[in-house]
């Protein structure tokens, strides 16, 4: 080559190194720029061995970065040609090699290793395009990740879990809101059969009560006139039991539901709570207080037992009994031949009535019993479960009369009761 002569843009030289003896018949070494003079032959010849180690260090840095380059291509290429699924990974060595694997095994020509790794990269740009240009024609991207595949089926299933659990959830809600609605619609049901009924009796025109027992004695008001009287008198007793359903939401204090008063003695026997004072029981007036709390609007069943020995007594309430006491009128007998007032408390035998101490509101079933029920009895009667009329007192609608504008009306207080539930 002439040393001279000025090479064109982007051209190498190669350059092998040969025997001191041969360089005048084979290749003559380029002349070497004069500087002030001709130099002597050994500084020519190392100025020649530095430029030749100076192309051969280049050609090693172009080869190092062009293989670098190639690795790089060549595992982009791979991963790609793997999701595409069409070819199989390293086919490409044996196409760009001609079925040799040239990356192993390099030519020793510089030259040809740069037009070969030049061929390599423009067949590796090649095929990149081609696989970019197959993944966008794929919109689906038919091969996902694998990371991203798992990924999604983990959020997948626990989403379906978790519509799993929410809808068992409901389910649980709808069978207990199903349970209740049942309950309360046969609760319903019943009642509404029960008035109907009544409603059905009352248009037949048929006013006569369905059986004796089965009215109310009604007491809107608050008055001195307005009361119920029984026709029938007590004998002399040393025991009693008196029940009734009431239902009263006046105030303060629901005043009295019945009275006994005897020649002599306007107190023999009251129930009466009027004020601010407790329920009070008198007997022979003198008073014991009673843990009744019947002042709500519904209807409550009460029964109330007394014995002369020792003044013991007894107080019920809906079955239930919520207090005892002893020493109300020890060894008095309950004196025969007095006044039996339902709503009034009686000054004299049947009158002088006050009208602060009056009851309000309905009561029905006041029946006597000449001794102490047991608590399993009254709990029967509360319950509806059992009909026992008083032996000494029944509630008849022949027995009690009503005066001053108080009612009788056809009533079933179970049922009744069941409305106020």
């Known amino acids: 080559a002439a040393g001279e002569q000025e090479s064109p843009p982007g051209s190498r030289f190669v350059c092998t190194s040969l025997p001191l003896d041969a360089a005048g018949a084979g290749c003559p070494l380029p002349p070497v720029p004069m500087q002030g003079g001709a130099l002597p032959p050994e500084e020519e010849l190392k100025a020649t061995v530095l430029q030749l180690r100076e192309t051969v260090l280049q050609q090693k840095e172009t080869i190092g970065s062009q293989r670098e380059a190639i690795r790089e291509l060549t595992g982009k290429l791979s991963r790609c040609e793997g999701a595409d699924g069409k070819s199989a990974p390293g086919t490409w060595k044996k196409e760009l090699g001609k079925g040799k694997d040239t990356m192993g095994d390099l030519p020793r020509d510089p030259a040809q290793v740069i037009d070969q790794l030049s061929r390599t990269m423009q067949t590796l740009k090649d095929r990149l395009e081609s696989l970019e240009h197959q993944l966008r024609a794929n919109v689906s991207y038919a091969a996902l990740p694998n990371d991203l595949r798992e990924m999604l089926q983990r959020r997948l299933g626990d989403l379906e879990r978790q519509l799993l659990s929410k809808v068992a959830e409901l389910e649980d809600e709808k069978s207990l809101l199903h349970n209740e609605t049942s309950a309360h619609r046969q609760k319903t049901e019943t009642a509404l059969n029960a008035l109907l009924e009544r409603v059905s009796e009352l248009e037949k025109g048929n006013s006569a009560f369905k059986s004796p027992d089965e009215f109310k004695v009604s007491l809107p008001l608050r008055t001195n006139y307005l009361y119920g009287k029984i026709k029938k008198t007590l004998p002399e007793l040393y025991a ?89 009128a020890p060894w008095h007998p309950i004196k025969p031949g007095g006044v039996l007032i339902l709503g009034q408390e009686q000054d004299t035998v049947g009158g002088r009535f006050d009208a602060t101490q009056a009851f309000v509101g309905e009561m029905s079933q006041f029946n006597i019993w000449d001794r102490v029920l047991k608590a399993e009895d009254i709990m029967n009667i509360a319950n509806c479960s059992t009909n026992m009329p008083g032996n000494i007192i029944p509630w008849v609608d022949n027995n009690v009369d009503v005066f001053g504008g108080a009612t009788k009306w056809p009533v079933e207080t179970c049922e009744e009761r069941l409305l106020d539930l």
């Not at 407790?278 to 007997?283: D, F, G, H, K, Q």
């Not at 002042?295 to 069943?301: A, L, V």
């Open 240 to 328: 009693f039991t008196v029940c009734l359903w009431l239902r009263s939401s006046a105030s303060p204090g629901i005043g009295t539901p019945f009275s006994y008063a005897v020649p002599g003695q306007a107190n023999e026997i009251v129930l009466i709570e009027w004020g601010n004072n407790p329920i009070e029981l008198l007997i022979n007036d003198k008073v014991a207080q009673l843990p009744l709390f019947i002042s709500d609007g519904k209807w409550h069943h009460i029964c109330i037992t007394w014995t002369t020995r020792d003044g013991m007594w007894e107080a019920f309430q809906d079955g239930e009994k919520l207090g005892t006491g002893e020493n109300l």
